[in-house]
């Protein structure tokens, strides 16, 4: 009897917690930014290959014009990146269960039609924990003084 | 003795129901967070801070103008605005659903430049399943400027 009262009472548990998983990777804290960090490179080396795994297939972005991206426009966009520098200036990680929030703020530094240019913008990127592999689910960047 | 077996027959098959429910509520997960997205304006032209602030997870944090803004500031802006001096009108919108996680994607406009002409939004937001119902963690915005 004792035995079953505890099974009854253990499903009520799992049921209650499973709405609020907890991401059992104590690593998380370092491995985002360490991928936050490959995005970055990615634009400097004109490489989207490191991005084909890191940014999920659903995934949106929002650039500092307003326009939205999917994750073909973002690969389009890092082959013909002008950036010669990507400056990562701050970034904090906030855990949600298997949801991860990275804000931060980035200097980029590069030539556009034979221009240079600096700007120093605030980003916002969801990341998710996806069969056991965090990727990003969404994005958004805004200039700073906008 | 039986009378006990069945008390937790009914625990469990109550417990199964509340479950199912649950899962049929979040099956239609689209809806809910369109809902918490209207939800969200309806207060904020309210200036009902205590309903924000059931639907605003206390780490929530918000970019504007290149700004981060906690829950705190965000709220206590609302409750300074004057009634309808911004009112805003959603556009399209579109929910993904990761399970736990929802992110949302849209644009609206509102009066909020400082020259008090119009201004179109692009929005990502992420809200994040917890115990007490969908909670929004990061909001940001940029304007379209093209």
New interface residues.
Partial sequence: MRTLMLVALLACAGTLAGHAPQHSDSNVEAKIPAMEHVWAQAYVSKDPQALERILDDEFVNVDSDGKMQTKADVLAEVRRSSVLQFVTESMSVHLHGNTAIVTGVFLIKGVEHGNPFAERERFVDTWFCKNGQWVSIAGLVTRIGQ | ?TT??LL?LV??WA?SV??SA?EAAGGDVDAAIRALEHQWVEAQSRRDNGALNLIF?N?L?Y??????VSKGDYLSKVKAAKPGSSPITMEAM?V?S????A?V?GTYRDNSTKSGKSA?????D?W????GGWML??A???????
């Fill in positions: 003795m006990i077996k937790i625990l469990v417990t509340w479950v649950q997870d780490a944090v970019i504007e103008y290149g700004k981060l579109t993904r990761f399970g736990e996680a992110t994607i179109r939004w692009r929005f990502v992420t994040v399943r917890k115990t963690v990061p940001a915005e940029a304007p379209v400027t093209k």
